[in-house]
């Protein structure tokens, strides 16, 4: 099975990383950012490659995108006003 809106949400931010400004794409805050967009949006499955091509072409221009794009911008907005500190934590700038 796989979550096939994990490999959306990946494609968007490659996309939207070099129009924000100041934005520095460390392992650590892409994948903060990726955590961030991916617990705001919902999840779909699929088990087949008939499936995940089908689900696929249905999320091109749909919502879901959009929603990707927006919770993508609010995660890069939180990382970077609190970024990831040394041991893997987070506080407060």
């Known amino acids: 099975m796989k ?3 994990e490999d959306l949400v990946r494609e968007l931010y490659d996309g939207l990383k070099a129009g924000v ?5 460390t392992p650590e805050n892409r994948e903060d950012v990726l955590v961030y967009a991916l617990n705001r949006l ?3 499955y699929v088990a087949t490659v008939k ?3 089908l689900t696929k072409m ?3 221009s749909g ?5 990707g794009t ?5 995660g890069f907005r939180f990382v970077a ?4 500190r040394s041991g893997g934590t987070t506080k407060p700038a």
């Open 51 to 53: 499936g995940e091509v």
């Open 42 to 44: 919902p999840a779909h």
């Open 3 to 5: 979550n096939v809106v």
């Open 63 to 67: 919502q879901l995108r959009t929603d």
């Open 81 to 84: 006003a609190v970024p990831r």
């Open 70 to 74: 927006v919770a993508l911008m609010e």
């Open 58 to 60: 249905g999320m091109e």
């Open 21 to 25: 400004p100041g934005w520095k794409d």
